[in-house]
């Protein structure tokens, strides 16, 4: 009886010491967007996409920058909608970026087509695009501190531009957008890394323009880093989160103390 109830001991004192995850993570070969579609997510870097299905890589595209995309270098997060990705693309230097475009490929990854961002509308990046499912129209947002950056642009399929929409209480370098159920959620990269501070999840009613809604504090991820692009389904929320680099304007700069490359991973909630 006495070894029994020592074992028993034991075994209690495990389970309670055993904290329970609510997500689970998967290392990817991208880190800017993440999309999920027909039982495929989908994820991007800034000169490639990839397909995983379950935890297996099945098809990956490197020449994602076509001629006709003329001079660009980097893409901003992902989305997807009705068997077509849809990825900003741009020329990015550091705090500069130029020839802004949404590029259009279908879901095998083959380019189809492009439309220029408006310079008129004011926006100077695009950091992701998010597709309204109601209506196919998409919502693009833009990083840094810049007023421009408070706002988000509206756009139908084939380019034409619809106007702008402005958050009440503003926050910035938002990194990933998407649309669920008529809302918008942002993944921003509002916190400091170097001091501890976690990145924050928000929402935001897209018809009344309401005050941002936190809907997630990033505190248990595995390390501080970057939050950057994000998916909302029925099932689960899924975040892209970069960690082990020293960012500066959003380029990396060496790795930090103990990594040997900068890790991404896909959280799913």
């Known amino acids: 009886m006495k070894k029994l109830w020592i074992i028993l001991c034991i075994f209690a004192l495990s389970a309670c010491s055993t904290k329970q995850k609510d997500f689970v993570t998967l290392e990817v070969n991208g880190g ?36 006709a995309l003329g001079k660009v270098n980097h893409m901003g997060a992902i989305s997807a909608a009705r068997k077509a990705l849809y990825v900003p693309v741009e020329y990015f230097n550091g705090m500069n970026s130029s020839n802004l475009q949404i ?29 309204d499912p ?3 129209t998409l919502w693009l947002c833009e990083w840094g501190h810049e007023a ?60 009344d323009q309401a005050s941002l809604v936190k809907v997630k504090t990033l505190n248990d991820v595995v390390d501080q880093g970057e939050v950057e692009g994000l998916c909302v389904n ?3 929320l899924y975040v892209l989160y970069n960690r082990g680099a020293k960012v500066e304007n959003g380029v990396v700069k060496g790795l930090k103390k103990g990594y040997t490359h900068q890790i991404h991973e896909v959280y799913i909630y």
Request: hydrophobic share 25%.
């Open 234 to 236: 029925a099932s689960h």
């Open 32 to 67: 800017q967007g993440v999309a999920v579609m027909n039982n495929r997510m989908y994820v991007n870097g800034s000169k490639q996409i990839s397909i995983y299905k379950g935890k297996k890589k099945i098809k990956q595209n490197k020449n994602v920058f076509p001629g």
């Open 134 to 136: 109601d209506d196919q």
């Open 148 to 207: 421009s950056s408070t706002y988000f642009y509206h756009y139908d399929q084939k380019g034409h531009y619809l106007g702008k929409i402005q958050m009440k209480n503003p926050v910035y370098d938002i990194q990933g957008i998407c649309i669920y159920h008529h809302e918008l959620y942002i993944a921003c990269d509002d916190g400091d890394d170097e001091k501890g501070e976690s990145d924050h999840i928000y929402k935001m009613k897209l018809k």
């Open 103 to 131: 590029a259009v490929y279908d879901h095998d990854l083959k380019y189809q087509r492009s439309f220029a961002i408006q310079s008129s509308s004011g926006q100077k990046e695009c950091s992701a695009v998010a597709v």
